[in-house]
């Protein structure tokens, strides 16, 4: 006897191949906050400097990438209705980005440019490449792609790029072969990574993780192909225009990508107004929140790339453009979404067994939500006091800022560390 | 009993009373208000319960916990009859499922 549904092929993505990536992402933020404290004076001078260089490598590798492959391999099913293709090539990405990210971060702040820093970029590169092939073949087998899986894919391949570019400027350092100053190339590495990665990723993964928490009538995958192809198209003018038209106006890919991500608000304000879930819970809020912050740095490089700038007022806004895109966007947006998904993987692990049967508690009991309240606070301060420091060039400004940052971040670990060693009730 | 496909409809009422103890942990709704049970059928010879659900998004995380929670729950209810759940996502779950009960839960 049998039902006239057809049958659907199902599997979850365990917890072993995504909670390493988490606490992993949970001590580097910390890491990096004890970093900048340490550091906090650099940020009244030029960008280029060994401690910047640490900070945003580890922010950028081992807090915003870890969680984001973490996560990628839970969500991927989700976003792309196919399983995750092997678990032993997640676990092979998370053991050779878990070796790589430290030896590269060494390398920058010691400004050893030898073995620690070119093998931390081997096997960074090799981590990624193994996370393609893991998401390809995830992606092969089955029905049409659809918009978010086009988006990962995209993403995991500007992932790639960045990471290459990063290698060959890391060779650069020691076998000098590109024909332009290292600060020249160094913009092209950092937009494929903030651009192609980290904002195609979080659109193409928010775009359906919004609407499906706050269970939202609206659906619009042309208005999100719009903006995949306003973004891609604006990051590929600006890297190919850099090889061939070295004078193109800054503002083209700017305008390009700017109405891309305007488009995407546009889209989460759509999202929000037509849902039937009216209760927004904190960890939503927040990212809520981080989807705004993305003004910040479209601001700033509005006005870096009119040019209106110069001398010491233009390294302060690279600086702020740096800071608010690793501190303020992508840290806003981790914070909130950590706790609107792990508390689900370790409730799923350790409840699966008592639900229906038992009494459970909810998922959203697993943290503490005082300690996450304060630790909202506690950013948001401390993010508005580091940029307000990195404006006005104040040494004091940016320690305070720092040492909130680094409470925020402890409090982040002890919230993480709780439901990581959640026990049954 | 909106919604819900059924050979016999009496044994329907009284699994999805009990499946209304099966909550989606996310949304903090049961199962059947949320119009995710799109039949369940009885075979009276060979005493088996078929159910056929869907998740509120494919690949949904909770799919493992919640299949299993429906079945737990039924074999209780149901005492002898083995229990054998379906995913099922053609057609898709929608917000227009979701039974009135729950529209009012989720507009607090």
């Given at each position: 006897m049998g039902t006239g549904f057809p049958q659907a092929d199902f599997r979850n993505t365990p917890h072993t191949a995504v909670v390493p990536f988490y606490l992993y992402a949970a001590v580097s933020l910390l890491a990096g906050s004890v970093l900048l404290f340490l550091s906090a004076s650099l940020f009244t001078g030029h960008y280029f400097n060994p401690g910047s260089l640490a900070i945003t490598h580890i922010m950028a590798l081992g807090w915003g990438t870890m969680i984001i492959l973490g996560a990628s391999h839970q969500l991927v099913p989700?976003?792309?209705?196919?399983?995750?293709?092997?678990?032993?090539?997640?676990?092979?990405?998370?053991?050779?980005?878990?070796?790589?990210?430290?030896?590269?971060?060494?390398?920058?702040?010691?400004?050893?440019?030898?073995?620690?820093?070119?093998?931390?970029?081997?096997?960074?590169?090799?981590?990624?490449?193994?996370?393609?092939?893991?998401?390809?073949?995830?992606?092969?087998?089955?029905?049409?792609?659809?918009?978010?899986?086009?988006?990962?894919?995209?993403?995991?391949?500007?992932?790639?790029?960045?990471?290459?570019?990063?290698?060959?400027?890391?060779?650069?350092?020691?076998?000098?072969?590109?024909?332009?100053?290292?600060?020249?190339?160094?913009?092209?590495?950092?937009?494929?990574?903030?651009?192609?990665?980290?904002?195609?990723?979080?659109?193409?993964?928010?775009?359906?993780?919004?609407?499906?928490?706050?269970?939202?009538?609206?659906?619009?995958?042309?208005?999100?192909?719009?903006?995949?192809?306003?973004?891609?198209?604006?990051?590929?003018?600006?890297?190919?225009?850099?090889?061939?038209?070295?004078?193109?106006?800054?503002?083209?890919?700017?305008?390009?990508?700017?109405?891309?991500?305007?488009?995407?608000?546009?889209?989460?304000?759509?999202?929000?107004?037509?849902?039937?879930?009216?209760?927004?819970?904190?960890?939503?809020?927040?990212?809520?929140?981080?989807?705004?912050?993305?003004?910040?740095?479209?601001?700033?490089?509005?006005?870096?790339?009119?040019?209106?700038?110069?001398?010491?007022?233009?390294?302060?806004?690279?600086?702020?453009?740096?800071?608010?895109?690793?501190?303020?966007?992508?840290?806003?947006?981790?914070?909130?979404?950590?706790?609107?998904?792990?508390?689900?993987?370790?409730?799923?692990?350790?409840?699966?067994?008592?639900?229906?049967?038992?009494?459970?508690?909810?998922p959203n009991d697993l943290y503490n939500k005082k300690l996450f309240a304060v630790m909202a606070l506690i950013y948001l301060a401390g993010f508005v006091l580091f940029s307000a420091g990195i404006l006005l060039g104040m040494i004091s400004l940016l320690q305070t800022g720092a040492v909130l940052l680094t409470g925020m971040a402890f409090l982040y670990c002890l919230n993480v560390y709780r439901v990581w060693k959640h026990k049954p009730v | 009993m909106m919604n819900v496909i059924s050979n016999h409809t009496m044994n329907a009422t009284i699994a999805l009373a009990a499946l209304e103890q099966v909550i989606d942990p996310e949304i903090g709704l049961n199962v059947v208000d949320l119009g995710l049970i799109y039949q369940l059928d009885f075979d009276e010879t060979e005493k088996i319960i078929y159910v056929t659900m869907t998740l509120t998004t494919q690949f949904c995380p909770m799919g493992d916990t919640l299949t299993a929670a429906v079945r737990r729950v039924l074999e209780k209810t149901f005492g002898e009859r083995q229990v054998r759940v379906e995913l099922c996502f053609d057609p898709p779950w929608t917000h227009e499922r979701i039974s009135e009960e729950g529209k009012r839960f989720l507009n607090q």
């Open positions: 989700v976003l792309t209705e196919k399983s995750l293709y092997s678990l032993r090539l997640a676990h092979l990405t998370f053991w050779l980005a878990a070796c790589g990210i430290p030896l590269l971060v060494y390398g920058f702040y010691k400004m050893d440019m030898g073995w620690p820093a070119k093998w931390g970029g081997r096997l960074l590169l090799l981590a990624i490449l193994v996370y393609v092939i893991n998401l390809f073949r995830s992606l092969q087998h089955g029905k049409k792609m659809n918009v978010h899986a086009v988006y990962i894919l995209t993403a995991a391949l500007w992932l790639f790029i960045t990471a290459f570019l990063g290698l060959t400027l890391v060779y650069n350092f020691t076998i000098p072969f590109l024909p332009q100053d290292i600060l020249a190339y160094l913009p092209l590495h950092a937009h494929a990574g903030i651009i192609g990665w980290f904002l195609l990723l979080i659109i193409g993964v928010g775009s359906r993780l919004i609407p499906m928490f706050l269970i939202s009538k609206y659906q619009q995958p042309r208005l999100l192909y719009v903006i995949y192809f306003l973004i891609n198209g604006g990051l590929l003018f600006y890297q190919l225009s850099f090889l061939w038209l070295p004078a193109a106006p800054l503002l083209i890919p700017a305008c390009l990508i700017g109405t891309g991500l305007f488009l995407f608000v546009f889209y989460c304000i759509q999202v929000f107004r037509q849902r039937i879930r009216k209760q927004v819970d904190e960890p939503m809020k927040i990212s809520l929140l981080s989807v705004s912050m993305i003004v910040l740095p479209l601001l700033t490089v509005l006005v870096l790339s009119g040019r209106l700038l110069s001398g010491e007022h233009q390294l302060k806004t690279v600086q702020l453009y740096g800071f608010v895109i690793f501190f303020g966007w992508i840290t806003a947006l981790i914070l909130g979404m950590t706790f609107k998904t792990l508390p689900f993987i370790i409730w799923n692990k350790v409840y699966h067994e008592k639900a229906g049967v038992e009494k459970t508690p909810n | -």
